[in-house]
């Protein structure tokens, strides 16, 4: 019940001034440099916050809930589009009976409460995926996530873009990816040279039009990725905060924003790196085409991205330790130039300082999955080639592409535009040739992005 007289008034005058210092704050952070386009958070710690303030494991993931809200709003201020957020791991299924209904029940809770009229995602203009294996939840969990896709794609207003990884990890979404492509090449949707980052990329649950991961934060103190969107984070620029999310500061994130723009420069030089890479791979031949695709996309190796702990007069902290890749002077060797981004003394009462070099690379999982999934697909799409394909006979010299892994853009005409297929010599036009490859793979996203829609149509009623 909110207070009556001169302390009511108060409370709103507070409230007000938190509201306007904190949208001052996030503007001049939009001034000061490059909003990041796509920020993903790995929301940890709400069992523990539930400890810590003596309450039940329900409550703390419900506080969690508020606090994603929250951030969801701070992000919107700054003007990112596209929010990923790790609500529910499929390894966390195996936590007891009890906890995972608790867990059920608040997804289905909270997806009503997020489709409906006048809710979040009206008000704000979001449009909402629920990103993962929905065969393994309850039927009325996988029913409530499809009527919230359903009501935010229809909206209007599209502002921004909330990926909500639900029974997710990124080892199952890169074996369905690759079982899709590999689908696509039996039946000749796709030739074998078709089968290039770009079409990995897109084949992901996150959709060929979600742009990769530019910074990542967690919180809680765990330097991990926890098999969290491995392709996508790449070349992101890595946070860990030794803060619980339910307890997650709007000045947190202002740190973790401003330590991502001083280190963006890097950043593009790195994704710029692995393109040339890949595209020089293409066109070394059958030879070094593994190889340059482990190059591109190892070239942003990040060592101990984020040191974070807790001291007695603040906290410290080293975002985005990077790694820059050259090549070697001697065949088969590489050189690494380390640059670390940190600031000395105290910056009010946090101050910021360089963790300590402990020789682990917590990025280099990503890195290894991509050059995993890469090769898989290349032996995937050469199993299932016909031997009469035209592409069949062709991939081992033009199976790479020259692209980089960004997705291409499809129009709303069916055509996609960014991803370059390398065409097969004395192939026309239904062969490998560019705008053949190009057509060919903006109509196996249609069909991926059809299946969706019809799995979303299947799903409301229950």
Avoid at 313 to 318: F, T
Avoid at 349 to 359: K, L, T
Avoid at 387 to 411: L, V
Avoid at 413 to 424: I, N
Wanted: aromatic residues 6%; hydrophobic residues 40%.
């Amino acid at each position: 019940m909110a207070r009556a007289g001169p302390w009511g008034l108060l409370d709103a005058c507070a409230k007000a001034a938190v509201t306007w210092l904190r949208r001052a704050l996030l503007f001049l952070l939009y001034l000061t440099g490059h909003v990041p386009e796509h920020v993903a958070f790995v929301m940890d710690g709400n069992r523990r916050y539930a400890e810590r303030q003596h309450v039940d494991k329900a409550t703390g993931h419900t506080h969690g809930y508020g606090k994603m809200v929250e951030v969801i709003h701070w992000c919107m201020e700054l003007g990112v589009r596209h929010i990923s957020v790790y609500a529910f791991s499929i390894d966390n299924f195996r936590r007891s009976p009890e906890e995972v209904t608790a867990l059920m029940r608040l997804a289905e809770d909270k997806y009503f409460e997020l489709a409906r009229d006048n809710g979040l995602a009206e008000r704000e203009g979001i449009c909402m995926h629920i990103v993962g294996d929905l065969t393994l939840p309850p039927p009325s969990v996988q029913g409530a996530a499809a009527r919230l896709m359903r009501n935010t794609a229809a909206l209007r207003r599209h502002r921004a873009t909330l990926n909500v990884c639900f029974s997710y990890t990124a080892s199952e979404e890169s074996v369905a990816a690759v079982s899709e492509l590999q689908a696509a090449v039996r039946q000749g949707l796709l030739q074998p040279g078709d089968v290039t980052p770009v079409a990995l990329h897109g084949a992901l649950r996150t959709r060929h039009d979600c742009p990769p991961v530019d910074l990542l934060v967690r919180t809680s103190g765990e330097t991990r990725l926890s098999d969290f969107l491995l392709w996508q984070v790449a070349h992101a620029h890595l946070c860990y905060l030794p803060t619980l999310w339910p307890d997650l500061s709007v000045l947190d994130f202002a740190r973790c924003v401003l330590s991502y723009q001083r280190q963006r420069p890097l950043q593009e030089a790195l994704r710029q790196k692995a393109a040339a890479a890949v595209a020089a791979a293409a066109e070394a031949g059958p030879g070094v085409a593994s190889t340059g695709a482990g190059a591109g996309a190892g070239a942003g190796k990040a060592d101990g991205q984020v040191g974070a702990a807790a001291t007695a007069g603040g906290v410290r902290m080293a975002c985005g330790e990077q790694q820059e890749v050259a090549a070697a002077s001697t065949a088969g060797e590489q050189t690494g130039l380390r640059r670390r981004m940190g600031s000395s003394g105290p910056a009010g009462p946090h101050h910021v300082q360089q963790a300590p070099d402990n020789g682990i690379s917590l990025d280099s999982a990503a890195s290894e999955m991509r050059t995993s999934l890469w090769a898989l697909c290349r032996r995937y799409a050469s199993l299932a080639a016909p031997a009469s394909m035209p592409g069949a006979k062709c991939f081992s010299s033009h199976g790479h592409s020259a692209s980089s892994p960004e997705p291409p853009r499809a129009d709303p005409h069916g055509s996609s535009a960014g991803s370059r297929g390398v065409p097969c010599a004395g192939e026309g036009s239904s062969g490998g040739g560019l705008e053949a490859a190009q057509w060919r793979l903006a109509r196996f996203f249609d069909r991926l992005e059809k299946a969706r829609i019809a799995w979303i149509a299947s799903h409301v009623d229950l």
